[in-house]
């Protein structure tokens, strides 16, 4: 069975930073392209950057040049540094495998991240 934990969210400043991890089990993580996604209040979830099986990165305009994705095969864990944060960042944001932009599991719980101005 699949889980996706994540981890780290929290309450920071505008201009602040977090780091999010997301624990992956039930799936061949290090040939699974991954990805963060988030979900504003009334807003549709959207994908924020994705990392391939052999580290290649994308991410929306948005937040280029502020977060970095990476991962770690050994511990089944992606990550998601954020800096510069925004209060337009404010979202729940959830980590899941992806094939071009698509999740293909169910979502695990999520984590709170909120930016205040």
């Known amino acids: 069975q699949v889980q996706l934990v994540e981890s780290g969210g929290g309450l920071v400043q505008a201009g602040g930073s977090l780091r999010l991890s997301c624990a992956a089990s039930g799936i061949i993580f290090s040939i699974s392209a991954m990805g963060w996604y988030r979900q504003a209040p009334g807003k549709q979830r959207e994908l924020v950057a994705r990392?391939?099986?052999?580290?290649?990165?994308n991410y929306v305009d948005s937040v280029k040049g502020r977060f970095t994705i990476s991962r770690d095969n050994v511990k089944m864990t992606v990550y998601l540094q954020m800096d510069s944060l925004k209060p337009e960042d404010t979202a729940v944001y959830y980590c899941?495998?992806?094939?071009?932009?698509?999740?293909?599991?169910?979502w695990g719980q999520g984590t709170q991240v909120t930016v205040s101005s």
């Open positions: 990392i391939t099986s052999g580290g290649s990165t």
């Open positions: 899941n495998k992806e094939r071009m932009g698509v999740p293909l599991h169910a």
